[in-house]
């Protein structure tokens, strides 16, 4: 059993390099060369990624990438992307395409409210302290003025709280559930402190002194990750006809099948899963970019997803009067400004390349996002399947594992064209190329 380390945060990055080289790859020597090989040559920028976590030994290095030709809102756009699954850029970009002379993406935001909750157990007089709840609200917002003012003062800050009972859940158990609007930040730093300050109010003014019977005990004050009132809608819509053959497959058809298999990911939790995988394969790739919290984002997404007691699909199709319309309506808390935007030099330049969006725009650009690797997932799925276009570009990380050389890849891109890409079928492929290489003396 390896041997506990104290004070490993304490050394320097050096040291902690040493430290995992020694523990746990026997001092070899290569493993400490390569991981110092992924630092930025730059010190400073590398100081800076080393500060965004603890313990940062080196860069982990993932590709960025943008899919071109978006049309939303009559504007064109590229989006940046930073994902590791093969196809899923390459997704994007055949979707954008798909829809640029149909009308493109359209957008609506539907509303940004987010959600901070300070839980807390009152065994006091519960009736008095929702009698008094109203004059207890007011001071709230008032001794919390100090940290609210410059949000008030970019259109933001508190617009409510309300305490909610939740007694039938469990014993003496009540909420402050406080609304926000936090303008252009994700806004979970400013919710959180905001909250904190709130609990320390509610403990003064409800107390034994001041006629509650007890003082509230605060369990907790945190941010909501789920925000169903945060929310934005995309959609792509044309005329049935008009969406041509698709993959060999005539419009009505595939207009039909597209919106059966739309229909079997809302009615089976099992395929709802992996079809909103697919939508977040798009949302977390620009949320990544973006320097973004990811797993905020799809928290929300699958709560949202389960809202009505059944996992669900996150997209919905209709085909009515001749019109095909596909839509998703996405919950989700973006930021603009505030944490890495300003300071990961990659997400600068994403944010860049969406021409510097607002929050708002940020949370349109996600769902169009979503809705376009769903759709071509779905279109993928209910023509040709997916492992065509899949596998293709699985094929290079199989090449590239089995050490490929250019020209080997080049003669397997062409090899593949008609056969079933596999890493066996690869493996027996280059095996057969290098040995007629050498039969050949080449
Ligand atoms: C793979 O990452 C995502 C898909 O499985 C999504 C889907 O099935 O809808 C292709």
Known sequence: MKKEIKGYSKLSKMQKIDWLTDNYFNGNQE?????????HEDL??????????????????????????????????????????????????KSAKFWLDKGGFHTAIIDTKKIGQVHFIFSGDHLKLQEHFSSIKAQLLEGGKYLTVNMDARGGGVTDIELIDMTAHEPDYFQLKVSFETCDSMGANFINTVLEEYANSLKELVNADTGFGDTPLIIMSIVSNYTPDCMVRAWVTCKIEDLGEVNGVPAEIF?????????????????????????????????????????AVEACGHTYAARNGRYSSLTHCSLEDG?????????????????????????????????????????????????????AALRALTTVGIQQGHM????????????????????ALTYFKDKVVSFTTTRVMLEQLRSAKVKDGR
């Open 255 to 295: 207009a039909k099948k597209f919106k059966t298999a739309v229909r079997i990911a809302e009615v089976d939790p099992h395929r709802a899963t992996t079809h909103n995988k697919g939508i977040y394969n798009g949302i977390d790739a620009v949320i990544i970019a973006t320097g973004n919290d990811f797993r």
């Open 323 to 375: 019109m095909f319309k596909f839509w998703i309506d996405l919950p989700l808390a973006v930021g603009t400004v505030g944490g890495l935007t300003q300071l990961h030099p990659l997400v600068k330049r994403s944010l860049q390349i969406l021409g510097n969006p607002d929050a708002q725009q940020l949370m349109k650009f996600c769902a169009v996002a979503g809705l376009a690797q769903n759709f």
């Open 31 to 39: 493993v400490k060369a390569e991981l110092i090989s992924f630092w």
């Open 44 to 93: 400073t920028v590398q100081n800076r990624f080393d500060e965004f976590s603890e313990n940062t030994l080196t860069n982990f290095y993932m590709p960025f990438g943008i899919a071109p030709n978006f049309l939303i809102d009559d504007e064109m756009y590229c989006i940046p992307m930073v994902i590791e699954e093969s196809s899923v850029v390459a997704a994007m970009s």
């Open 392 to 411: 293709k570009m699985h094929l290079l990380n199989i090449l590239n594992h089995l050490n490929a050389s250019e020209e080997e890849k080049t003669f």
